[in-house]
């Protein structure tokens, strides 16, 4: 059974950072594609950044562009985002999918909670 697992959340001050990573386990292939997104109290899941196929490029919502990182270690099967000069509004449960050409997202994590205080 493949499994994504986040972790790396946590309660920072706003100007700080951090780093997610998220690990597939289960899974002998690499996904194609994997990607973080995030869901605030009250707001729907929307996308953060993404990383897919052998060229390893890269796609960052507007909001984040500039302060966020995302980035994949094929031989550990995990991607990372590292988040800099976190604002409050960047406050969520950030969830990481892994998915494949042909049908997207496929699984998913059950999230990790980032906090950003004032």
């Known amino acids: 059974q493949v499994q994504l697992v986040e972790s790396g959340g946590g309660l920072v001050q706003a100007g700080a950072s951090l780093r997610l990573s998220c690990a597939a386990s289960?899974?002998?292939?690499?996904?194609?594609?994997m990607g973080w997104f995030r869901q605030a109290p009250g707001k729907e899941r929307e996308f953060v950044a993404r990383i897919r196929g052998s060229s390893s490029s890269t796609a960052y919502a507007d909001s984040v562009k500039g302060r966020f990182t995302i980035s994949r270690d094929n031989a550990k099967n995990t991607v990372n985002l590292q988040m800099n000069s976190l604002k409050p509004e960047d406050t969520a449960v950030y969830y990481c999918?892994?998915?494949?050409?042909?049908?997207?997202?496929?699984?998913w994590g059950q999230g990790t909670q980032v906090t950003v205080s004032s």
């Open positions: 289960g899974r002998t292939r690499l996904y194609y594609i």
């Open positions: 999918g892994g998915g494949s050409l042909s049908q997207g997202y496929e699984d």
